[in-house]
């Protein structure tokens, strides 16, 4: 099965978000997260994403490694 991984600019200077989603609620995710935030953090804009063929075959520990964690980077 596809699934998608992206990054998300946000409000915060330097602060981003990577999170996971399947091909097939892509568009209804990055519409929610654009207008709603993802809890406390707010102005999220598409800035990146990949689509993988083999999204199935990730293991449990690499998807969470990337699903609604928010970095900072300088």
Excluded: H, P, W
């Excluded at 996971?20 to 995710?29: D, I, P, V, Y």
């Excluded at 520990?61 to 609604?68: A, I, S, T």
């Amino acid at each position: 099965m596809k699934g998608i991984i992206y990054i998300m600019t946000t409000a915060v200077s330097g602060l981003i978000k990577i999170g996971q989603t399947g091909t097939a609620n892509f568009q209804e995710r990055m519409r929610f997260l654009e207008t709603n935030g993802y809890y406390n953090v707010s102005g999220l804009k598409r800035f990146f994403a990949i689509e993988l063929e083999d999204y199935d075959g990730l293991s449990f520990q690499e998807k969470n490694q990337f699903g609604g964690v928010f970095y900072y980077c300088e």
